[in-house]
């Protein structure tokens, strides 16, 4: 395989004759290097039948006919981010152009294809030349051999790679076999072209001829492909359980360009109903799982880049690759940061976790309004009872109230600290990124980062959501900034000093999922994690237990109940808490007699549940109820 310095990328300039290979030459680097993220771009058929273009023609053809139409669909995938565009020639061979009577313009149709998508491109993004499948049944269980089809396959690699093509993109293959021959005829083409091959399975992750995800990356492993990856056929969610089967099975590269959904017929058309936002989710989530080349197949559209672009760019960002250079240009490395301030020497919070003391901790909602009387006194009060933080909710279900920063300042005049959960609801990557600054010039250290509920669960249910990022991207941005560097890497001066806490759920519906992103959560760099509240001490040990490889302190959440009303609603409205039955037939018991039995109870419960966590974790996060202080300190004893 050649070095990216070794492809001939050097494409004349029409301006002076002159050669510009740099920007494609580093975007082929990035291309090939494992840890980069690339986006590609989406639909090319999709966008073509919006614009009126009916399913009976020839998709391919277009590129001859209406050369206009196709090089605007290239320009707008373009202005949305895309770093690599495909051509339009995913049925451009021999074999599928002769049902059209078009089988003498292969290499026309495959030329001016790449050509087209070449001025989109310009010099800085990539132009990778779609392949699909021949639609012939190869030997033994067709007519075609595998030299013929190798042939076919080679005719119009040929073509694309005149007409300007940076790579191979093979996709949406179901037989890996008929894969190997259109591989094998990438590398006689060239064997320099980076080749990307991508299979596709169903919603059983598997091909239509039995392989499953493991079995398409094992074998494409073993046929040195550059990058290995999944498209089409399915949804994000599918390719996603495929991508991370793959992950374990390969170190090479992987790619995930997942349809906008199952498409269902609206009206007599196929719609696809994934939003831009929730390809945006699955990119990042793709990204997290090992796919490093994301992009969209059917159903998809320059908005759903978009939203994709922005969404994954916080998560993975992106340095700037040198191929090759000698010594001399170490001056211009990238910055690698500071070391970060030791976490003893952040916040006295983040002395006693990094000595290894017990800490405590009460949770306060913030007022609803601007009277914060209330608030003060409670903060006075719970640092006379000798409390080591004050954890300050962001609009907890997705509810208005004062902002968790201001009311983390109003409480630490008071001579307590605060832990203030910070979410990516409501805010973009520039305005977390104001809002962290501004929080660490103003004092505020312990930071506890979070998703945050989505607004349909709070009474502003048509408020938007914005989730730039999640709270694995908030943690490594966090951590970036505690290392003196942006998103981007550009230096800020003085690193910020937070403490880096995660949440975590050991009672999460989906353990293997919550437990990933944990592990994720640490590679981030999150210093601690405080739990959702626990009413079964047995299911925190168990997820203690399953943690030992990456632990990090763990401060479990009590929360006392009040009445059996106040449990069935924890356990069934409030996402991410578990109450056992037993808990709740004791809270039933108790408020059958009195009120103040319930409430006896509830904080009977929080005691034996603090009492029996107390040897396994670093401390406790007990709520107060209805903001009464009182109770959460009453479970302290």
Request: aromatic share 4%; proline share 6%; hydrophobic share 40%.
């Amino acid at each position: 395989m050649m070095s990216a310095t070794e492809h001939p990328t050097k494409t004349p300039d029409t301006a002076n004759g002159a050669t510009s290979p740099r920007p494609r030459a580093e975007l082929l680097a990035r291309l090939l290097d494992p840890e980069q993220v690339i986006m590609f771009d989406g639909a090319m058929g999709t966008m073509l039948y919006a614009r009126g273009v009916f399913i009976n023609q020839c998709y391919d053809e277009l590129v001859l006919r209406s050369p206009d139409l196709v090089r605007e669909i290239h320009a707008a995938y373009a202005k949305a981010g895309a770093e690599v565009l495909e051509t339009n020639t995913f049925g451009a061979n021999r074999a599928k152009l002769t049902q059209y009577g078009l089988e003498g313009q292969v290499s026309a149709i495959n030329t001016k294809a790449a050509q087209l998508a070449r001025e989109a491109a310009g010099e800085h993004r990539l132009v990778s030349g779609a392949v699909g499948p021949l639609g012939v049944r190869l030997e033994p269980y067709g007519p075609t051999s595998k030299d013929e089809a190798r042939g076919l396959f080679r005719e119009q690699m040929l073509a694309l790679k005149a007409g300007g093509a940076d790579c191979f993109l093979l996709e949406t293959f179901t037989d890996l076999e008929e894969l190997e021959q259109a591989i094998l005829a990438a590398r006689e083409v060239d064997a320099g072209m980076p080749v990307i091959a991508q299979a596709t399975v169903g919603p059983d992750l598997r091909t239509a001829f039995g392989a499953s995800a493991e079995d398409i990356a094992r074998v494409l492993d073993r046929w040195g492909v550059d990058v290995i990856g999944l498209n089409c056929s399915v949804g994000p969610q599918t390719i996603l359980e495929a991508i991370e089967r793959m992950a374990t099975v390969t170190t090479r590269k992987l790619s995930a360009q997942p349809n906008a959904g199952m498409p269902r017929d609206v009206g007599g058309r196929s719609m696809y109903m994934a939003s831009p936002e929730y390809m945006a989710t699955y990119a990042r989530h793709l990204i997290q799982a090992g796919a490093k080349i994301v992009g969209g197949c059917c159903g998809t559209t320059p908005d759903h880049i978009k939203a994709m672009v922005e969404g994954v760019r916080p998560l993975a960002p992106r340095t700037r690759v040198i191929v090759e250079r000698d010594r001399s240009d170490a001056m211009h490395d990238e910055p690698v940061g500071r070391a970060p301030v030791p976490l003893a020497q952040r916040s006295r919070f983040g002395a006693k976790i990094a000595s290894g003391q017990f800490v405590t901790s009460v949770e306060i909602v913030p007022p609803r309004g601007v009277d914060t009387v209330k608030l003060e006194l409670d903060a006075a009060a719970l640092h006379k009872a000798g409390v080591d933080a004050i954890n300050v909710p962001d609009g907890p279900r997705a509810q208005s109230r004062m902002g968790a920063i201001a009311t983390s300042l109003l409480i630490e005049r008071h001579g307590i600290e605060a832990v203030t959960h910070y979410c990516c609801r409501d805010r973009n990557l520039l305005g977390m990124l104001s809002d962290l600054l501004g929080a660490s010039a103003l004092g505020l250290r312990n930071m506890l980062l979070i998703t945050g509920d989505p607004p349909k669960m709070g009474p502003y249910p048509d408020a938007t959501a914005v989730f730039d990022i999640d709270a694995i991207g908030l943690t490594n941005l966090v951590s970036k900034l505690n290392r003196g560097l942006d998103p981007g890497n550009n230096p800020i001066g003085e690193p910020t000093r937070f403490v880096v806490g995660v949440g975590v759920n050991p009672a999460a519906i989906d353990p293997a999922h919550e437990l990933k992103r944990f592990h994720w959560k640490v590679e981030a760099g999150a210093e601690y994690a405080i739990t959702q509240p626990v009413f079964d001490p047995a299911q925190l040990e168990h997820f203690l237990t399953s943690i030992d490889d990456v632990r990090i302190p763990i401060v479990a959440g009590i929360w006392p109940l009040v009445s059996a009303r106040n449990a069935e609603f924890l356990a069934n409205e409030v996402p991410g808490v578990t109450v056992p039955k037993e808990v709740l037939d004791r809270m039933r018991k108790a408020n059958d007699k009195s009120k103040e039995h319930a409430l006896a109870e509830g904080i009977a419960i929080a005691r034996e549940a603090l009492e029996r966590v107390r040897g396994s974790v670093q401390g406790v996060q007990v709520s107060a109820p209805f903001g009464r202080i009182e109770l959460a300190l009453e479970v302290f004893g």
